[in-house]
Each structure stands twice: as structure tokens, then as C-alpha cells.
């Protein structure tokens, strides 16, 4: 293990942190898509973590049905305040997006109650009854994409896109394949893996590559 010190400014850090990931994805043999590649990278810089670049799941164009979407000005609406805290605000407005999470609402709240829910999927509802064009960027909550499932299948509603990446045990697995398997367009990490973090990381560099 390295002990001697880099010698980087804080400006370079970041760019240090991307070279370091395309030498060690070259030292294990993997070469990425030049359209995903800014996504996949952005997640493994979030996280430290490799298996991003093969559990990441983009449907078919997603990526330019995205840029498309955000140059567009659509609402992103988060599952949790993590998630959005974690966009880059400056990029946001640079775009004229606005992003939204709804959890503290006291409508959510009583409705979670209500239907015996969580918050996160009561806050699809919310997202839902805004009657706009919406991209779920989703970090925690597999019930916020089982909502958003039941919505789509029901007729109800089809998300502009999912960003699907809630990390745990319980029904994280079935969600994802849930999103995947209705076509809506999406970014989905395969397995357990995934976080508030990585949600925030995917939204952010897709705002960069506009």
C-alpha cells in the first residue's frame, strides 16, 4: 500500500481521481462505452467502487432521451433530501432545472400514514399529481420504484425517466428489475448496490454533459 503523498492541488483533485479510474479500469481490462462512460465513471468516483462499471443498466438511448429531457428544463423529483442535496445546485439553475423531494411535506406524511407506506412512495404520488414531465432520481427507497411501477402499469403515469439505484436487501433487487422490465426509459443499478449517493453522481453527470 502507498504511503508517500500526492502532490495535487484541490482544483486537481477530482481530475487526479478520473485518471486514477480509467488506469485501474484499463489494469482489469475494461473499456466503456464512450456514451455511458461519463456516468459510470461518475459513479465509481462517488464510491470507490469497480462493480459499476458492469451493474449499471441503461436502457436502449437513455442517455440522449435524457440530455434531451434536462435541456428541456423536466422536473427531477428525489426519494430522499440526501439525494437531492447531492445535485450540483449551479448546474441546476446554469439548465433552468428545478428538483424537488417532497418528504417533509405534511400531505406526504399523512398520506404514508394512510396507505401504510413509506414516505419515499408517497412522494411518487406527490411527483405524480404535479402534471408535468418527471425524471425519478432514486437512492434509497425500492418502495418509491415499486410506486412507480404500480403507476406505470396501472396507466396512471409513465416517468420521463428513472434513475433506479436504492441500495439494500428487502425488495431492492425485484424493484429494479420491476423498472426495467416496463421499458420506461432508465439507469438502473443491477443487485444491492447503490445509494443516495450514486443517484446524486448519475444526475450529476448527465447535467455535465450538457
Known amino acids: ?37 461519463p456516468v459510470i465513471k461518475r459513479a465509481i468516483h462517488a464510491s470507490a467502487d469497480f462493480d459499476y462499471a458492469q451493474n449499471l443498466y441503461f436502457s436502449e438511448n437513455v442517455i440522449q432521451k435524457a440530455l434531451e429531457l434536462l435541456k428541456n428544463g423536466t422536473s427531477i423529483v428525489t426519494d430522499t433530501k440526501m439525494a437531492l442535496s447531492g445535485i450540483n445546485k449551479k448546474a441546476l439553475s446554469r439548465h433552468g432545472i428545478k428538483a424537488y423531494n417532497f ?32 425524471i425519478f432520481v432514486i437512492g434509497n427507497a425500492p418502495t418509491a420504484l415499486v410506486r412507480i411501477y404500480e403507476l406505470y402499469n396501472g396507466g396512471i403515469f409513465k416517468p420521463a425517466l428513472v434513475i433506479g439505484v436504492p441500495v439494500g436487501f ?41
Open 103 to 134: 418528504i417533509d411535506d405534511e400531505d406526504v406524511a399523512a398520506s404514508a400514514v394512510w396507505n401504510n407506506t413509506t414516505r419515499s412512495a408517497a412522494c411518487i404520488d406527490k411527483a405524480v399529481a404535479m402534471d408535468t414531465p418527471v
Open 170 to 210: 428487502v425488495n431492492v433487487v425485484q424493484a429494479k428489475e420491476l423498472i426495467i422490465q416496463t421499458g420506461i426509459p432508465c439507469i438502473i443499478s443491477r443487485g444491492r448496490k447503490g445509494g443516495s449517493n450514486i443517484a446524486a453522481a448519475i444526475c450529476n453527470a448527465l447535467l455535465y454533459m450538457l
Open 1 to 37: 500500500m502507498k504511503t508517500e503523498l500526492e502532490n495535487v492541488t484541490p482544483y486537481e483533485i477530482e481530475k487526479r481521481s478520473m485518471e486514477i479510474i480509467s488506469q485501474e479500469l484499463c489494469a482489469i481490462g475494461i473499456t466503456l462505452d464512450k456514451e455511458k462512460e
